[in-house]
């Protein structure tokens, strides 16, 4: 699932109305995901050493990668849509959301998160750069990748900001409607929102891993060290 945040964090809704938060659920788990995460050293060569020395800068980028996929069998421009509806209702009133994805509101929703919008003002024209998204795979554990804690942080969220959104339409129907796509995904992982900067910390990675973070959802309960130490198999 992927939420659009405001700058406070809580969910976008429509148009700033008091509708409920605006989401997208895809329509298959992704075959893969892929999180790359490599810190930023400074090196310095020294005369008759065989490997220069390091110096730690900063922890460097976090993406998530992954490919969402989504297919429609029923052409959507044969539909006979009332007054009033919209495809997506009558394809729920019917129980046939799940299997039949109008593609283009898909991609286009997922797009719009990479792009700036403009309002004209009396003597100029405002910029709003696109707002962060928060990306929630149940039981994944990829809200712990890169670190613990931070802004908007769980243990199954990512909290950041869509770096690419890039279709690939792989089937037509007749009529033109794309019938199967898939979207690449790559969202960067911020510390920032609402003007507060918290990035997320790795010295509480171990115990959360290890099961001695205690408390509600504070840790996986692996307890790999513990496994270690009574000499089992972990």
């Not at 730690?56 to 989504?70: K, P």
């Not at 900067?197 to 959360?208: G, Q, V």
């Not at 309960?221 to 009574?230: I, K, P, V």
Request: charged content about 20%.
């Amino acid at each position: 699932m992927l939420i659009p945040l405001a700058q406070d964090g809580r969910p976008l809704t429509p148009y700033g109305t008091a509708a409920a938060p605006e989401y997208l659920r895809f329509q298959y788990f992704p075959d893969s995901i892929t999180s790359t995460k490599a810190p930023t050293l400074s090196s310095k060569e020294i005369p008759g050493m065989n490997l220069p020395v390091y110096g730690w800068i900063s922890g460097g980028e976090h993406l998530i990668n992954f490919t969402a996929s989504f297919s429609c069998d029923i052409d959507l421009t044969e539909l006979q849509v009332g007054r009033g509806e919209n495809v997506r209702e009558v394809l729920a009133r019917r129980g046939l959301e799940q299997d039949n994805v109008d593609i283009r509101a898909a991609v286009a929703w997922l797009r719009q998160y990479t792009l700036a919008s403009y309002f004209e003002t009396e003597n100029s024209i405002r910029t709003v750069p696109p707002p962060p998204v928060r990306l929630h795979i149940p039981n994944s554990g990829i809200g712990v990748l890169a670190g613990i804690g931070g802004v908007a942080s769980s243990p199954d969220s990512v909290t950041g900001y869509l770096r690419t959104a890039d279709p690939t339409y792989a089937a037509y129907f007749p009529s033109g409607l794309p019938r199967v796509a898939s979207v690449s995904i790559s969202l960067a992982q911020t510390a920032q929102l609402g003007g507060v900067i918290r990035p997320p910390s790795a010295d509480r990675m171990a115990r959360y891993v290890s099961g001695d973070a205690g408390g509600s959802g504070g840790s996986y309960g692996y307890r790999l060290r513990a496994s270690a130490r009574e000499g089992r198999r972990t």
